[in-house]
């Protein structure tokens, strides 16, 4: 085990709604990224979050928006959900910024309907 | 465009094999190399990992191979197991850089 959590595991929603799930990252570590990753693909970067602020992002709409807190825990939110925002959702933690190791955690499930 | 490019899409080997995953990378300003394995279900789990100043690493049964002037890698799994049968995928990362490119991921299955 990473010791990276996220919560929930599992997700079911509409389109249209919103979400938002939850990592808390390896204790000591102070940097989260969080992926995307949709059935049978590699994962995809959506953002990295280093001491509460966004340190990064790949090619993700405005509608996905993260926040760290200062424990280093971490929460994605994504707005205006659509069919193709199924996928399993993964948090890492890196124990700094930079070329360090990146641990994930079991990642969040989610289904959009 | 995919900046990390993996093959075979999926390897089927019988227990004892030694199943061989290669990856391949264009951009030079990459400089670590991982490797993580993923069972259904489960979030990637970190293997091994190389920087290009090497030319192999191993740890335990898995061996990483980097050719930097052909910009490629490869995982080698010695004696190859049942309990290997996961999804393994390569990454790589740039020196200033805060994401991991990821390949397509290999579906590897070891048959007993």
């Known amino acids: 085990e990473t010791g990276v959590t996220q919560s929930p595991t599992h997700l079911i929603k509409t389109r249209g709604q919103q979400v938002t799930l939850r990592c808390s990252s390896q204790?000591?570590?102070?940097?989260v990224s969080w992926y995307q990753q949709a059935l049978g693909q590699g994962p995809q970067f959506i953002f990295q979050y280093y001491r509460e602020e966004e340190n990064g992002r790949g090619n993700f709409p405005p509608r996905f928006s993260g926040l760290q807190f200062p424990n280093y825990s971490s929460e994605l939110n994504v707005n205006a959900l659509e069919l193709d925002d199924s996928a399993l959702y993964l948090c890492a933690s890196s124990l700094d910024v930079g070329n360090t190791e990146a641990f994930f955690g079991q990642g969040t499930r989610l289904t959009v309907v | 465009q995919q900046q990390v490019k993996q093959s075979p899409q999926s390897l089927i080997v019988q227990k004892g094999g030694i199943p061989i995953i290669n990856c391949a990378y264009e951009?030079?300003?990459?400089?670590?190399f991982p490797w993580y394995q993923q069972f259904p279900g489960k979030g990637p789990a970190l293997l091994i990992a190389i920087r290009p100043d090497v030319s192999e690493k191993k740890e335990g049964r898995f061996t990483i191979s980097f050719n930097k002037s052909a910009k490629q890698f490869s995982l080698h799994i010695m004696d190859s197991q049942p309990g290997d049968s996961a999804t393994y995928f390569c990454?790589?990362?740039?020196?200033?850089?805060?994401?991991?490119?990821f390949g397509t991921g290999t579906s590897l299955t070891v048959i007993p």
């Open positions: 990454a790589a990362r740039r020196n200033t850089g805060n994401q991991f490119y």
């Open positions: 951009n030079t300003a990459f400089d670590y």
């Open positions: 204790s000591g570590h102070n940097t």
